[in-house]
């Protein structure tokens, strides 16, 4: 069983409450977004600082269990940019991608740590970033690959899940809406794609101080 959480940080507002997280839900992998990446510490319990992005005013950074997992690789994405990006530079980089090696099976997985465009962009961008994360992620040699994160994708998600299916992923929805601050852009943001993986469930946390809810995906090898 593979457990990793999901978490938009809200510029870095909920950095404090990550180390509960990692002990409490036994997180075997956890993703970031909206982090001040130059104040993540190198470890939290026994999680471990896989990588982060650099050039990005609002980061992303990846943490891996060291003690089941090797990582054999990283690297981040530049993805097709909104007008939002332009304007405001928040992120360069919209994806970082982590190669691990399961030492207790020795099978691998490619996690993909994923920020989509706003909502001021369109759905039919986010579709496009989101389908070159996938292919980014392939690339690394994700044969089995979960790309989690921030989707801004909250409407139309039956649409995006016929469409995922036609290139072989799997689109996870959690439990309840990952976002509910304001009354008209409430529902699930953050999500879960997955390909080669059995996705057991995706359960959305408790809230903290962010904005967003952390969600918890519990995944199998297939």
């Known amino acids: 069983m593979l457990n990793v959480i999901s978490y938009n940080l809200r510029k870095h507002a909920a950095s404090g409450e990550l180390m509960d997280l990692s002990v409490n839900y036994d997180v075997d992998v ?6 001040d ?5 190198h470890k939290l319990d026994d999680l471990e600082l896989a990588d982060s992005t650099k050039g990005n005013r609002l980061g992303l950074a990846v943490y891996y269990r060291r003690s089941r997992f090797t990582s054999l690789e990283t690297n981040t994405f530049s993805l097709k940019k909104s007008l939002h990006d332009y304007v405001l530079s928040p992120a360069h980089e919209r994806l970082l991608g982590v190669r691990l090696v399961d030492d207790e099976t ?6 993909g740590d994923f920020h989509a465009a706003p909502l001021t962009a369109t759905n ?22 979960l790309m989690v994160g921030d989707f801004n994708y909250p409407f139309f998600t039956k649409s995006l899940t016929e469409h995922l299916k036609e ?6 929805l959690s439990n309840r809406r990952t976002y509910t601050r304001y009354a008209v852009f409430k529902g699930h943001f953050d999500f879960a794609t997955s390909l080669g ?18 969600i918890l995906v519990t995944a199998e090898y297939t």
Request: hydrophobic content about 35%; some cysteine; charged content about 25%.
């Open 124 to 145: 039919s961008l986010r579709r496009h970033q989101i389908r070159a994360g996938h292919a980014a992620l392939l690339g690394m040699g994700g044969a089995k690959t």
């Open 106 to 111: 020795e099978r691998e997985v490619v996690v």
């Open 197 to 214: 993986l059995d996705i057991k469930g995706v359960e959305t946390l408790p809230r903290g101080v962010s904005d967003h809810l952390p």
């Open 30 to 35: 956890m993703c970031l977004q909206e982090c």
């Open 37 to 41: 990446t130059q104040k993540l510490p």
């Open 167 to 172: 290139t072989g992923y799997e689109l996870s």
